[in-house]
């Protein structure tokens, strides 16, 4: 354990409990490992909270270079994708819930980009250059799949992607809410080769005064959750790739911390 002062994203003695048996361990025969794993995690969910550079993490966290290469080491190997869905079905049980869903929500959110490169594109709906986040989260509204694009990629082509994977990765799922974006073409393509019900959510008619909507709400609190996350405010990611794993990071934050919550209360 560290003797530094914490930082207000550091992990807890409880969550790293959790957290520390899904986390690849230094290799039995390599060289010592100059810092423990916990510290590495912390200094990623620091810039991740704090939306530093990786260049500005504090000295008193590992260098830079280091975690910038286990970050971009776990995020090749799938170790971020393993972790995320591990805790999701922890937290999912402790709901009352199946492991495996059977239903969710589909809806994407556009962001503007830094000059940092990479893919980008123009969303003319809502008149902003960057990219564009889809994802699919469950009635908990916590994130199955997320896939990164150039904002000029339509939702339902996004959409398309999105629920491919979907359907490799949850068999049991079987009904997609959807707001009117993705009505027509992409809901007759999910009805016939996903053979799962789609259910289009979304007022017919205008309203000048904010109204919820069924299922819609919860994809909508999902995207509250990563606004948390100030490296989330931007796509600050040359790759999109590394978009993809900071908001898997977020999402494993916040079910961690969910979790050794739940088991602190008993």
């Not at 810092?35 to 993490?57: M, T």
Request: hydrophobic fraction near 40%.
């Amino acid at each position: 354990m560290s003797t530094r002062k914490p930082y207000p994203s550091d992990l807890t003695d409880a969550e790293w409990r959790i957290l520390e048996p899904l986390v690849p361990a230094p290799a039995p025969n390599g060289r010592p490992a100059d810092y423990d794993r916990r510290e590495i995690v912390n200094a990623i969910l620091y810039l991740l909270r704090s939306g530093c550079a990786w260049r500005l993490l504090p000295h008193d966290l590992p260098d830079w270079h280091l975690v910038y290469h286990y970050f971009a080491r776990w995020r090749d190997d799938g170790t971020w994708v393993r972790v995320h869905d591990a805790l999701r079905r922890k937290v999912r049980r402790r709901a009352q819930h199946t492991a495996a869903p059977t239903a969710a929500i589909l809806d994407s959110q556009s962001v503007k980009v830094t000059d940092q490169g990479g893919v980008q594109g123009y969303d003319a709906a809502k008149h902003l250059k960057g990219r564009k986040r889809h994802v699919l989260v469950d009635t908990l509204g916590l994130l199955l799949v997320v896939l990164v694009t150039a904002a000029n990629v339509q939702d339902r082509d996004g959409g398309q992607r999105v629920v491919a994977t979907a359907q490799a990765r949850y068999p049991r799922l079987r009904h997609l809410w959807a707001d009117r974006g993705y009505a027509g073409q992409f809901a007759t393509w999910v009805r016939a080769v996903c053979r799962w019900s789609v259910e289009i959510v979304g007022a017919a008619i205008h309203r000048p005064y904010f109204q919820v909507q069924q299922r819609r709400w919860v994809v909508e609190r999902t995207f509250g959750w990563l606004n948390r996350y100030r490296r989330l405010s931007k796509d600050y990611e040359r790759l999109t790739t590394s978009s993809e794993a900071l908001i898997q990071l977020s999402m494993t934050h916040l079910m961690v911390r969910r979790l050794a919550t739940r088991q602190a209360r008993n």
